[in-house]
């Protein structure tokens, strides 16, 4: 092929890599085997032989000595194209972008610098290290590339990204250690106003230990200005802020070194530490905005005389929350995947205690592969079987029908037609839904007719287009819409942080074409909202942390900080639709080859509880938030290492009695007083109430409804139960 540069100038010199993509899973160079390197000639030409391959990704990369800084720089943008095997002669011609270079410098706490081997070794996820971003959650068509001392070995190389000119980036480190802190992916952005470059080849030296603890301790005085006047906590973060704001100025002026190193690590910890302190102590006291209302009730006897100047008692004995868990692979599977492999004594205690809890919701897995072994042969009873739906009906369990349409497809569908497809898609929702809804009525509240749409594993084989996705997205939802009864309709979605720039690596893939993609979340959810899509909820997965180990998968996830997630909450109440947590946990373990992130300590029984307790608190604060649900009942759930609420003989662990305790101090029961009129005003969390009082010989007992953020009048009838 040919490499061009700016004006359309013959490019010579041009390092060309070619890379054996269908080799390796990940999303970045560092992850592709390589077949072959070589340089663009005077002419602008290259030729290069290498072995045969189904795939190929030519990468081209073009660099100049910056003497200023004794590194090879990139004066235009890193280019990769994937190129597929046709024939034995492939041409690729290579059109570059002028682009700059952020610089990221820092250094350990003994004071040598981190490379980009070292920053390798902090952990990457899918290949990814470093990304740059705008403000609002969406990577910039940037590349990781190191800036070479030596263009032949890149262990001394230096971190750096190549961003497009004239565009405010904020640079984003994946697995970044901060000790009393924990192990986050953290931001650094320029004081809000993203790093800039406006020349090719130009570069700012990004002094990224100062830059990520001065952007956190601004965030901190943004969380300040939010925290809504609570006393004490305000006062208190204040003069920590302004402490942290004069050691970043003397910080500012010292030597790059070690000590210097520990002075900004500090700051950084406790900048993170009083933004999460001020998101709680604010959301501890939006719970009972947000989620409680009152009724005035008119009491009467079973004669329908009012119940006057009486002491009356309530207690809450349902809520409108859901609080969820799922055990849907830990009771198909184990560690050798064997199926069964609880007992159904021992599904019936776990269901048992999770009633106990206070928990109201269990996700089954409908996993469409499992339900349908071929075009015309469903078993939906072993599946009910396995899943312990008899536990969940006999417990008093309201249901939500999870993942009917995901990754998990049967093989004979990817063989039809798109046409043949959406036929089939329509009779699998028609056929499920209708088997539940009639097998358990008025069981199941929601249907999650769509499991992670942005994954690869769901559209990616088949290389669908965005007109294709549209389309088969409405098919589903109008299926599912003509056969619910009362149900909701959610699109369930995973990370949000999953648009890690993954879609700028690697050009003409079917993954990443016309301008969509579908690694990340929030291109789906903007595409549906364009296409005003029919569905009722937003499903969101948060795995902060997380560590998967299993047949199918290995992930070591990132783990954002609580202040981070209130704007991760913020963007997704902005769409304006009902949002549920579907899948969260954090592992209860951390082991000591894991990179995974992790909050204040590496994970264990009790910083999976505390964050666990805290996490709720947030969520539960917000009005659009309607549920959250543990994924995870036991450790034999294959998600979260050690992720349970309960070990693996369902004892439980310190997460569940933190969720028990939880749910117990946002239930609602007490004693009122009737007026002369038989009149109480009651206010408690949403839900259902019984009502209780003493009259003459009789026990009166009636019931009453609470809902959020409302104020209701009811007139009860109470009805005598004493027993003679």
């Known amino acids: 092929g040919r490499v061009r540069g700016a004006r359309g100038k013959v490019a010579s010199g041009v390092q060309i890599v070619v890379y054996n993509y269908g080799a390796a899973g990940g999303w970045t160079w560092m992850t592709w085997p390589v077949l072959g390197k070589t340089v663009t000639k005077p002419d602008g030409r290259y030729e290069l ?337 396995k899943l312990g739906l008899p536990f969940a009906r006999e417990s008093g369990f309201r249901l939500f029908g999870h993942g009917l349409v995901q990754g998990q497809t049967p093989k004979f569908f990817y063989e039809k037609s798109f046409a043949q497809q959406l036929l089939i898609l329509q009779s699998h929702l028609d056929k499920t839904i209708g088997y539940y809804q009639e097998r358990y009525p008025d069981m199941f509240l929601i249907w999650n007719i769509l499991n992670e749409p942005a994954s690869t594993a769901l559209f990616g084989p088949q290389e669908f287009t965005e007109d294709q996705v549209v389309t088969f997205i409405d098919v589903a939802t109008k299926a599912a819409r003509k056969r619910t009864d009362k149900s909701k309709l959610l699109i369930n979605h995973g990370n949000l942080f999953w648009d890690m720039g993954v879609q700028h690596q690697v050009k003409n893939h079917p993954h990443f074409r016309q301008g969509f993609y579908f690694t990340s979340p929030l291109s789906i959810i903007e595409l549906l909202e364009k296409n005003e899509t029919d569905y009722d909820l937003i499903g969101y997965e948060h795995y902060p942390g997380a560590h998967v180990e299993n047949p199918w998968v290995k992930i070591e996830d990132i783990c954002i900080d609580l202040s981070r997630t209130v704007d991760l909450l913020d963007k997704l109440a902005s769409y304006g639709k009902g949002v549920h947590i579907t899948e969260f946990s954090v592992p209860g373990d951390y082991r000591s080859d894991w990179v995974s992130g992790y909050w204040r300590k590496k994970w264990n029984l009790q910083s999976q509880a505390e964050f666990l307790r805290k996490f709720y608190t947030l969520a539960f604060s917000r009005p659009e938030i309607h549920e959250i649900t543990w994924w995870g009942g036991s450790d034999r759930e294959q998600w979260n290492v050690k992720g349970g609420l309960l070990d693996k003989h369902n004892n439980p662990k310190p997460a569940y009695d933190t969720l028990k305790s939880l749910i117990s101090s946002w239930t609602t029961s007490g004693i009122a007083h009737t007026d002369s009129e038989g009149k109480a005003r009651i206010q408690g969390f949403a839900g259902r109430y019984e009502m209780s009082a003493e009259q003459a010989d009789k026990e009166l007992r009636g019931d009453f409804y609470i809902r959020e953020r409302k104020s209701t009048q009811q007139t009860i009838r109470l009805t005598d139960n004493r027993r003679n």
């Open 49 to 385: 032989l290498v072995p045969m391959a189904n795939s190929y990704v030519v990468g081209c990369y073009s660099s100049y000595w910056s003497k200023e800084n004794d590194l090879y720089l990139c004066d235009y943008m890193p280019e990769q194209i994937r190129v597929q095997q046709s024939k034995y002669a492939v041409e690729q011609d290579f059109d570059l972008i002028p682009a700059g270079n952020l610089i990221l410098h820092a250094c350990d706490e003994s004071g040598n610098t981190i490379t980009h081997e070292r920053l390798m070794k902090m952990g990457s996820l899918g290949g990814v290290l470093a990304y740059a971003s705008d403000g609002a959650f969406r990577s910039l068509p940037a590349i990781y590339w190191p800036a070479f001392k030596n263009k032949d070995n890149v262990r001394d190389s230096i971190p750096n990204l190549v961003v497009p000119l004239d565009t405010p980036a904020r640079v984003n480190v994946m697995f970044w250690t901060v000790p009393k802190a924990g192990k986050f992916l953290l931001q650094a952005d320029c004081a809000g106003d993203g790093f800039v470059i406006s020349q090719a080849g130009g570069f700012y030296k990004v002094d990224l230990h100062f830059e990520l603890a001065r952007t956190k301790v601004l965030e901190a005085q943004r969380r300040l200005k939010q925290s809504g006047g609570t006393a004490g906590i305000e006062q208190t973060a204040k003069e920590t802020i302004d402490r942290l704001n004069r050691e970043l100025s003397q910080a500012a002026g010292l030597k790059s070194g070690s000590d210097r190193t520990r002075i900004l690590q500090d700051i950084l910890a406790q900048a993170i530490i009083v933004c999460e302190d001020l998101v709680l102590t604010k959301a501890t006291a939006d719970v009972p905005r947000s989620r409680q209302g009152n009724v005035t009730v008119t009491i009467r006897d079973d004669k329908g005389q009012p119940v006057r100047n009486t002491h009356i008692s309530y207690r809450q004995t349902s809520h409108d929350f859901l609080f969820g868990f799922t055990q849907t692979l830990g009771f198909i599977l184990n560690d050798q995947m064997k199926p069964d492999e609880m007992s159904e004594g021992q599904k019936r205690d776990m269901f048992r205690k999770m009633k106990d809890a206070g928990l109201n919701l269990f996700k089954v897995g409908l996993f469409w592969d499992q339900l349908q072994k071929g075009p015309d042969s469903y078993d939906f009873g072993q599946w009910d079987a």
